[in-house]
Nanobody, 127 residues
Framework: QVQLVESGGGLVRSGGSLRLSCAVS????????MGWFRQAPGKEREFVAA????????YYADSVKGRFTISRVNVKNTVYLQMNNLAPEDTAVYYC????????????????????WGQGTQVTVSS
């Protein structure tokens, strides 16, 4: 069983920055793809970023490319999402996610690629 706990959300002004953290309890964390998703009120959950386990290759939604950075520190069992130049449209609940098993080969950028989810952390960007 994989458990994920997000932290770091909050209220920030447009143009500001936040760093989200996701602490993961998994004995083989270093072998898991990890992803971040977000869900705004009235909208479907959408992909934000993912990071592979083998070479830490990263993937981003077009809407956040160049502003957000996903990273991982395997010795800490933690994945991060650094968010810069935030805009009101980034307001959402942000979720960390892990797939059902480690050692995935293909890029995981869809919600149904993931089986384990955190409880979410609220990010609110004021204009």
């Amino acid at each position: 069983q994989v458990q994920l706990v997000e932290s770091g959300g909050g209220l920030v002004r447009s143009g500001g920055s936040l760093r989200l953290s996701c602490a993961v309890s998994a004995p083989t964390f270093s072998s898991y793809y990890m992803g971040w998703f977000r869900q705004a009120p009235g909208k479907e959950r959408e992909f934000v970023a993912a990071i592979s386990w083998r070479d830490e290759r990263t993937y981003y939604a077009d809407s956040v490319k160049g502003r957000f950075t996903i990273s991982r520190v395997n010795v800490k069992n933690t994945v991060y999402l650094q968010m810069n130049n935030l805009a009101p449209e980034d307001t959402a609940v942000y979720y960390c996610a892990a797939p059902g098993s480690p050692y995935g080969v293909y890029a995981k950028i869809k919600a149904n690629d993931y089986n384990y989810w955190g409880q979410g952390t609220q990010v609110t960007v004021s204009s």
